[in-house]
């Protein structure tokens, strides 16, 4: 079964812009989760999808947000690029949203804001 | 809420030595916890999980973890390092009515040859 996937791998944007990342769970997994990796922050949540509806948010600014399609892919957009959202933005995917079900990770998206 | 505590946030171990890695856990209710490990450019990677069925769990590459209640902790070991576990290790907690998994800042492992 192929993992996660992540598209793309490395992004760079300059403040002020927005971006769309992408994020396709292992086949037959309906739910997505998104974290943010800083080195002075760690690993944070940002909000989990289930079968196209928000289940959970993160404590982020309105400027993330995010979605997922039916196919289970998810994207995450956010709007208004800070010099601070320079980070590595992992996603994770899994069958159910059991809080005992592994989360299975991609390998990210590295942005840089410039 | 819930929260890990890792401390000590770079490890140098040995080739061949004991790695042991702490986690410190808080959970109003039981929680489940899980061992990742991050390999540079990559994403996490599970180690192990503990899920109640078990307090000693066996995980990939060798590790293990304990559970104990009492001490609200879920330290990672392994008998001996190899040069390949270096990496970045991360503690992480979710519980029930709680999807979220809640990260400790982690713990760089470096192994000396």
């Not at chain 1, 993992?3 to 992408?22: A, F």
């Not at chain 2, 856990?25 to 990677?45: A, E, I, K």
Request: with cysteine; charged share 15%.
């Amino acid at each position: 079964k192929a993992g996660v996937t992540q598209t793309p791998r490395y992004l760079i944007k300059t403040r002020g812009q927005q971006v769309t990342l992408s994020c396709s769970p292992i086949s037959g997994h309906r739910s997505v989760s998104w974290y943010q990796q800083t080195p002075g922050q760690g690993l944070q949540f940002l909000f989990e999808y289930f079968s196209e509806t928000q289940r959970n948010k993160g404590n982020f600014p309105g400027r993330f947000s995010g979605r997922q399609f039916s196919n289970s892919r998810s994207e995450m957009n956010v709007s208004t690029l800070e010099l601070g959202d320079s980070a590595l933005y992992l996603c994770a995917s899994r069958f159910g949203s059991g809080n005992q079900e592994t989360q299975y990770f991609g390998p990210g998206t590295r942005l840089l804001v410039l | 809420a819930q929260s890990v505590t890792q401390l000590g946030s770079h490890v140098s171990v040995s080739e061949g030595a004991l790695v042991l890695l702490r986690c410190n856990y808080s959970s109003s209710v039981p929680p489940y916890l899980f061992w990742y490990v991050q390999y540079p450019n990559q994403g996490l990677q599970l180690l192990l999980k503990y899920t109640s069925a078990a307090t000693l769990v066996k995980g990939i590459n060798g590790f293990e973890a304990e559970f104990k209640k009492s001490e609200t902790s879920f330290h990672l070991t392994k008998p001996s390092a190899h040069m390949s576990d270096a990496a970045e290790y991360f503690c992480a907690v979710s519980q029930y009515g709680n999807n979220r998994l809640a990260f400790g800042k982690g713990n760089q492992v470096v192994v000396i040859p």
